[in-house]
């Protein structure tokens, strides 16, 4: 009893460690969509904030990496689930000696790392208009170097597979005997396939064409070499991710998000509610009715949860129009100078108790510049401590204020001792 | 001969219209997707980086010199090697290995405990966390794992604030970031596959097992880990695939001074201009991985066949 207890205990503590190394950065990342603070954080709250929101919607980069990423994803879906839906039927078919083969060569695509199938792509269609003599500029040469064409050829190639994947687990519970029956019956090959077999694939194609898109529009190691000259969303991101990071990032994030969680649980509700029928038809559970909540949300906690989450989204939208941070800002900012206010007279302070023990040492001890320092005299940010650089700092955003933001080389003027006389911060 | 008559009965076997078109997208996606690209990336790789005018000429001949690049370096004479270059790849296998071991030791025990407490209330949310974080993109999770490891991010805040550091440590920079990186952003293809075989394990046999007197460790090490063997290798082959191969965590949260291998590739490409040497490079990369991951198999007796269910 007693071990028991003690497993489920480890078991908690475990279960808790993995989501929350799991789900933890997720959350982080959304709240810092919300500080108004220009560095995505969430230690030194700030203001809460829609501002970022506003960035993004206004950021016409990331919209045109929307735009090529959906018509990507669109061709991706189309040529792969075609692709990958004819490999699992010719491999239902396939001589038994040969299976093995041609299994491990529709699935090496999956192992095969994306940069390298970018690169092939990149190359090998290079090299093929070559072979077919199209000169530089002729449509065809213009359509083997377009990155949307290759883009969608190269994430084709490895999507293909997981589409694979997903119709032959369909295909196994498909009794052959129906296309034979039609056959028989008088119908055409091509009959029996519209007929027959593309009706019962339809779940599998559905959901292959959804895991294509989205394996399409999240890719980053096979685009960012087959993409060219365009941008998608994940290569927009990614330059902006290394270039220098700012909030409206994390408000795309919470963005995809919310609607992930929302199409999850919209899909949970969804398969309860089937589920739940299923049982009523069958008579083993009986239509509750009188109830206060709708019909379709009785014993359905996923719809419950999904109805409450809109709501609050619909909460969110309404204030997000009429509130405003202004106040707060201010009041942030009025608390940063004042605490710049008292570094600076402590620094003050520092070397006046300084410059008194200088004089009474001698002037050779220090030389002449350094000595504007204060308390730290070697450090990279030496020099940034003396109070002309932040005399006029008046709209310090960033809480590195430590950095100097104004002088020519990156830390050149600082220990220049004019720099304190005429107070040129900025 | 033979293979005539293959032909010849799949296409009586779907007609001549269905037939020639299940031909075309195969033979289509495997020729033309498949094998001519990474055939032809072969044959860049050996070739000399030339300018277009003498492409085709008479200097345009085979050479090994991209691959001997990676191991002697510029260095003509081949006297000294390439370790910068030899030293990103080593760290680059090496720490992919870590990461899928760390993997498999962190998803065994949910996949026990998910997969054989079926049909719970509680094991359906679970599965339905799982879903959500694996369809944000790659490089947004990397982007929140940086807000989290940077120099005043959370995790140095909350250690400064209970007093266990005084000065930020740089994560970045010890590439602590990059590993847990790695490591969240393949751990579900780790889990999934996991989860599916150990769902497929008869309980009864767990039972038997407890009833014949066998402790826990022995009941995993004889019963559960020999039926999820398949799961687990097909896991922990993607997972190492994939972290080697990754260009997106690399790139956001290696340090300054560390490189990881597809980041020489892509420098190859982008910042050099030399495509037939990041394709040997990219080549070198490939093939090391391939023979790996099989001799791995070998090891553990599983076939290609169950790498995917």
């Known amino acids: 009893m007693n071990s028991k207890s003690l497993i489920r205990i480890a078991l908690g503590v475990y279960l808790i460690i993995f989501f929350s190394y799991l789900l933890g950065p997720l959350v982080v990342m959304s709240l810092t969509a919300f500080n108004s603070s220009g560095f995505p954080s969430v230690s030194p709250w700030a203001c809460f904030t829609y501002e970022w929101f506003n960035v993004l919607w206004n950021d016409s980069a990331i919209r045109e990496g929307i735009f090529y990423s959906v018509i990507i994803g669109l061709g991706t879906v189309a040529l792969s689930v075609s692709m990958g839906l004819a490999a699992s039927i010719v491999l239902t078919q396939v001589w038994a000696k040969f299976r093995s083969t041609y299994y491990t060569l529709i699935i090496a695509p999956i192992l095969v790392p994306g940069v390298v199938l970018g690169i092939s792509t990149l190359v090998f269609w290079d090299r093929f208009g070559k072979f077919l003599g199209a000169g530089d500029g002729s449509m065809l040469s213009n359509l083997f170097h377009n990155g949307i064409f290759l883009t969608i050829l190269g994430q084709s190639s490895f999507i293909a597979s997981y589409a694979m994947l997903v119709f032959v687990a369909r295909l196994q519970r498909f009794d052959p005997g129906l296309t034979e029956a039609a056959l028989d019956l008088g119908a055409t090959h091509t009959q029996a396939f519209r007929k027959i077999l593309l009706p019962f694939m339809r779940?599998?194609?559905?959901?292959?064409?959804?895991?294509?898109?989205?394996?399409?529009?999240?890719?980053?190691?096979?685009?960012?070499?087959?993409?060219?000259?365009?941008?998608?969303?994940?290569?927009?991101?990614?330059?902006?991710?290394?270039?220098?990071?700012?909030?409206?990032?994390?408000?795309?994030?919470?963005?995809?998000?919310?609607?992930?969680?929302?199409?999850?649980?919209?899909?949970?509700?969804?398969?309860r509610n089937q589920a739940r029928q299923e049982a009523?038809?069958?008579?083993?559970?009986?239509?509750?009715?009188?109830?206060?909540?709708?019909?379709?949300?009785?014993?359905?906690?996923?719809?419950?949860?999904?109805?409450?989450?809109?709501?609050?989204?619909?909460?969110?939208?309404?204030?997000?129009?009429?509130?405003?941070?202004?106040?707060?800002?201010?009041?942030?900012?009025?608390?940063?100078?004042?605490?710049?206010?008292?570094?600076?007279?402590?620094?003050?302070?520092?070397?006046?108790?300084?410059?008194?023990?200088?004089?009474?040492?001698?002037?050779?001890?220090?030389?002449?510049?350094?000595?504007?320092?204060?308390?730290?005299?070697?450090?990279?940010f030496g020099g940034v401590f003396a109070p002309g650089n932040l005399s006029d700092d008046g709209d310090t955003q960033e809480p590195e204020a430590e950095k100097p933001s104004g002088g020519s080389g990156a830390f050149g003027g600082v220990f220049a001792p004019t720099n304190l006389d005429n107070g040129e911060g900025n | 001969m033979k293979k005539k008559m293959i032909f010849s009965e799949f296409f009586r076997n779907n007609g001549v219209v269905m037939g020639s078109l299940l031909m075309g997208l195969v033979g289509f996606w495997l020729i033309f997707l498949v094998i001519l690209p990474?055939?032809?990336?072969?044959?860049?790789?050996?070739?000399?980086?030339?300018?277009?005018?003498?492409?085709?000429?008479?200097?345009?001949?085979?050479?090994?010199?991209?691959?001997?690049?990676?191991?002697?370096?510029?260095?003509?004479?081949?006297q000294t090697y390439n370790t910068v270059d030899l030293m990103v790849f080593v760290r680059t296998i090496i720490a992919a290995m870590a990461v899928t071991i760390f993997n498999i030791f962190l998803c065994y025990p949910l996949a026990y405990f998910l997969g054989q407490s079926k049909g719970s209330g509680f094991v359906r949310l679970l599965v339905v966390l799982l879903i959500i974080p694996y369809w944000i993109n790659e490089i947004l999770r990397a982007f929140a794992l940086r807000i989290i490891f940077g120099d005043s991010g959370l995790l140095n805040e909350a250690l400064m604030f209970l007093h266990l550091t005084k000065e930020p440590i740089d994560f970045i920079r010890q590439d602590i970031a990059l590993y847990a990186g790695l490591g969240y952003a393949y751990i579900l293809l780790m889990l999934f596959p996991m989860y599916n075989v150990i769902e497929s394990l008869d309980r009864n046999q767990i039972e038997a097992a407890r009833d014949m007197g066998a402790s826990w460790p022995r009941i995993?090490?004889?019963?559960?880990?020999?039926?999820?063997?398949?799961?687990?290798?097909?896991?922990?082959?993607?997972?190492?695939m994939l972290s080697a191969g990754a260009l997106a965590a690399p790139q956001i949260l290696g340090g300054p001074s560390s490189l990881w291998f597809t980041q020489l590739v892509y420098q190859w490409f982008f910042n050099s201009l030399n495509w037939h040497q990041g394709a040997a490079y990219a080549i070198v990369l490939l093939v090391s991985t391939i023979i790996i991951v099989l001799?791995?198999?070998?090891?553990?007796?599983?076939?290609?066949?169950?790498i995917g269910k």
Request: proline share 5%; net charge positive; charged share 20%.
């Open chain 2, 38 to 78: 990474q055939l032809s990336m072969l044959d860049y790789s050996f070739r000399f980086n030339l300018p277009p005018s003498e492409v085709g000429g008479p200097k345009d001949v085979y050479t090994l010199s991209n691959y001997q690049h990676l191991i002697y370096g510029s260095d003509k004479t081949h």
């Open chain 2, 220 to 240: 995993h090490r004889r019963i559960v880990i020999p039926h999820a063997k398949p799961g687990i290798v097909s896991g922990a082959t993607m997972v190492f």
């Open chain 1, 203 to 271: 779940p599998a194609i559905a959901s292959a064409s959804v895991l294509a898109f989205l394996a399409s529009f999240e890719n980053y190691n096979t685009t960012t070499f087959t993409i060219v000259d365009y941008k998608t969303l994940t290569t927009v991101l990614a330059q902006k991710v290394r270039l220098g990071i700012n909030p409206s990032i994390s408000a795309l994030a919470f963005i995809i998000i919310t609607l992930t969680v929302f199409a999850a649980l919209a899909f949970e509700a969804y398969r």
């Open chain 2, 295 to 306: 001799t791995v198999m070998r090891i553990f007796k599983v076939n290609m066949g169950d």
């Open chain 1, 280 to 380: 009523v038809k069958q008579g083993k559970a009986k239509v509750k009715s009188g109830g206060i909540l709708p019909s379709f949300m009785t014993g359905n906690p996923a719809a419950i949860v999904f109805v409450l989450l809109a709501f609050v989204a619909i909460v969110m939208i309404g204030t997000a129009q009429k509130y405003s941070p202004e106040q707060c800002k201010i009041q942030v900012r009025e608390a940063k100078q004042a605490e710049i206010q008292r570094r600076i007279k402590e620094l003050q302070e520092q070397r006046l108790i300084k410059s008194q023990s200088e004089a009474r040492q001698g002037p050779d001890i220090f030389g002449a510049p350094e000595e504007d320092t204060g308390g730290k005299p070697s450090g990279a």
